[in-house]
């Protein structure tokens, strides 16, 4: 059964860093691309940023593009997904979700959260002084 579990978020002051993690089991790495996404209280949810397992292709919305970085560590069946947040402001406060879709073709991700397939529970993150 593929499973993804966030973790890493927390309360951070303006201008400063977190690391997300996004552990995925129970699926094939070179079937799936990663994506990152975030909803703030009113706001529709967005795509940050995504990745492709099998190719290691990247994309990045332009609101996080110099900011925001995202890898890939493979350790046997577990896929972790890190999301490095650097230099944070306050609206990047939002509730971030990883989600698993299938991939579509070499060089695939998708900054649209209906792309995908499978979604984890989200991890807070606050960027308040």
């Known amino acids: 059964q593929l499973r993804l579990v966030e973790s890493g978020g927390g309360l951070v002051q303006p201008g400063g860093s977190l690391r997300l993690s996004c552990a995925g089991s129970g699926f094939t790495s070179d079937s799936f691309a990663i994506g990152w996404f975030r909803q703030a209280p009113g706001k529709e949810r967005e795509g940050v940023s995504c990745?492709?397992?099998?190719?290691?292709?990247?994309?990045?919305a332009d609101s996080v593009k110099g900011r925001l970085t995202i890898s890939i560590s493979r350790d046997n069946a577990l896929n972790t997904v890190y999301l490095q947040m650097d230099s944070l402001k306050p609206e990047d406060t939002a509730v971030y979700y990883c989600a698993a879709g299938w991939i579509h073709n070499t060089g695939w991700c998708d900054l649209r959260h209906t792309e995908y397939e499978y979604r984890g529970q989200g991890t807070q993150v606050t960027v308040s002084s």
């Open positions: 990745i492709n397992l099998r190719d290691s292709s990247t994309d990045y």
